[in-house]
């Protein structure tokens, strides 16, 4: 069963359009490739495939460690293109179980803290900024894409893996923030050698 996250919330108004839409990606998977009944349960052989899965992925500290560089990473992207766009952390990282077809394993998911800007990011720029960001989701493993918005002044993007391992852009406001996905601590990892994280591009 997922564990209810009860993340503090103090964000300023400017980010709560995009910062709703992340906290509903994190706790329906949507776009993910999950089962379409929420509340029937898993196979076994689902499960143990599922977690076979896990086996073959980094750690979830590894991911989490590789994802806040990734996030990091795109902020400090857009400040080439956007000097001074004054980028902070808000709200506390929480952790939860997986969602289906993952919620039979030993596996957790950390939704990390959103990290956002004292001013939006341009039209001018997005095209650019998007470009990276798929480079840097890509090598995070996040390689399917969901747009929600793109219009003048307002683009949301969703970068995912199957696993649920995502990175969300929202330029106005503007908020990045990233979810693990679902992925085997490491003191769960069976004594198995877990898979380095692949390394992101530089800005």
């Given at each position: 069963?997922?564990?209810?996250?009860?993340?503090t919330d103090t964000?300023?108004?400017?980010?709560?359009?995009?910062?709703?839409?992340?906290?509903?990606?994190?706790?329906?998977?949507?776009?993910?490739?999950v089962l379409d009944d929420p509340y029937e349960k898993p196979s076994p052989t689902v499960t143990a495939d599922?977690?076979?899965?896990?086996?073959?992925?980094?750690?979830l500290e590894?991911?989490?460690?590789?994802?806040?560089?990734?996030v990091v990473q795109i902020g400090a992207f857009v400040d080439t293109l956007m000097p001074g766009m004054g980028w902070t952390w808000i709200r506390e990282r929480s952790v939860?179980?997986?969602g289906r077809p993952f919620d039979?394993?030993?596996?957790?998911?950390?939704?990390?803290?959103?990290?956002v800007s004292e001013g939006p990011i341009p039209d001018a720029v997005w095209p650019q900024v998007f470009e990276f960001a798929t480079r840097v989701a890509t090598a995070a493993g996040a390689t399917?894409?969901?747009?929600f918005h793109d219009d003048p002044d307002n683009h949301e993007v969703r970068f995912y893996s199957p696993e649920r391992t995502a990175?969300?852009?929202?330029?106005?406001?503007?908020?990045?923030?990233?979810?693990?996905?679902?992925r085997l601590p490491q003191a769960k990892m069976s004594g198995a050698q877990a898979p380095q994280p692949a390394v992101a591009p530089n800005p």
């Open positions: 069963m997922m564990r209810e996250r009860k993340p964000r300023p108004r400017r980010w709560s359009a995009a910062i709703a839409v992340v906290a509903v990606l994190t706790l329906t998977g949507c776009g993910s490739g599922s977690a076979a899965i896990l086996k073959t992925l980094p750690s590894d991911t989490e460690v590789q994802l806040e560089s990734a939860g179980g997986c039979g394993t030993d596996g957790d998911d950390v939704q990390l803290k959103n990290y399917k894409v969901q747009t990175i969300f852009i929202g330029s106005r406001g503007a908020v990045i923030s990233a979810n693990t996905g679902c």
